[in-house]
């Protein structure tokens, strides 16, 4: 087995409509997860504020489920919430925070360099805290604008952020290779989101596209891609699924397990 293999996380999101349901599917669901065997958690920690859950609470949950918190919450882009998202990385012992944009800021080249200040910004807001920033895609950062990738905007001018790729909505539908767009920017890839599906573009009906599946059933070349990343730099492979064709739990076992016995990453079970 590598020794380069990395730890295997859930993004909480997944499962927020059983995290959501009741305190007690909460507790139960998050139990769940841990005897799955994740090694650790993205998100979460509003649904556990939901139930009267505190930060320093959820991190006590965590601790004694075996279970890591990988990121923190991302700073908003009018930089309103640096000391609370601080001291939420402090409790939860992480320098990575989780951020992202819409698809409106990606539109045409003078929206993704206004974009690109705003991340700027942020990046300077949380680097005195000695934290850094980790942009997540969907699939309009891997559309091309201008004949390019906008992504590749996004890093030649934003020098300071760093990736959380998703190698699902790299893809854009089958018009990318996710492999390769993970080796595009693998000094700058800390987390990486594994999902997988049929990669059926956007309709009326299904405006984010067709159904996912459990890693490992869908169209993504899944060992490909993790094989495109920096074993230095990557810190975790991380299970997210936005919706499912099949039962969301039973998927987010399969993917657990088809990550883990295939050599792909490592759980705790």
Not at 19 to 29: H, I, P, R, V
Not at 212 to 237: C, E, F, H, N, Y
Request: glycine share 10%.
């Amino acid at each position: 087995m590598s020794t380069d293999l990395k730890p295997v996380a859930l993004q909480l999101y997944t499962l927020r409509e059983r995290l959501g349901e009741s305190k007690e599917s909460f507790l139960a669901t998050m139990k769940k997860v841990a005897d799955i065997g994740y090694k650790g958690v993205e998100g979460g920690q509003g649904n556990a504020a939901a139930f009267g859950i505190s930060v320093t609470e959820y991190k006590e949950l965590l601790d004694d489920l075996g279970l890591q918190p990988v990121s923190g919450p991302g700073p908003q882009p009018g930089l309103s919430n640096i000391d609370e998202l601080a001291e939420t990385c402090g409790i939860f012992g992480v320098d990575v925070l989780m951020g992202g944009f819409g698809r409106d800021q990606f539109k045409d080249l003078d929206t993704i360099k206004a974009t690109a200040e705003t991340a700027n910004r942020m990046v300077e807001a949380v680097k005195p805290h000695g934290l850094q920033l980790a942009l997540h895609n969907h699939w309009w950062e891997f559309e091309r604008v201008d004949g390019r990738i906008a992504q590749e905007y996004m890093a030649e001018l934003c020098p300071g952020v760093f990736f959380e790729l998703d190698v699902y909505w790299a893809a854009n539908f089958g018009a990318n290779d996710p492999a390769a767009e993970v080796a595009k920017f693998k000094d700058r890839i800390p987390l990486l989101h594994i999902k997988d599906g049929n990669l059926e573009p956007p309709s009326p009906d299904k405006p984010g596209g067709g159904d996912m599946t459990a890693v490992g059933q869908g169209k993504i070349d899944t060992p490909a891609a993790i094989a495109a990343a920096s074993p230095d730099v990557l810190r975790w492979l991380i299970v997210e699924l936005d919706r499912c064709e099949t039962d969301m739990l039973e998927a987010v076992e399969d993917s657990y397990r088809y990550l883990t016995e295939n050599g792909l990453g490592l759980g705790n079970v």
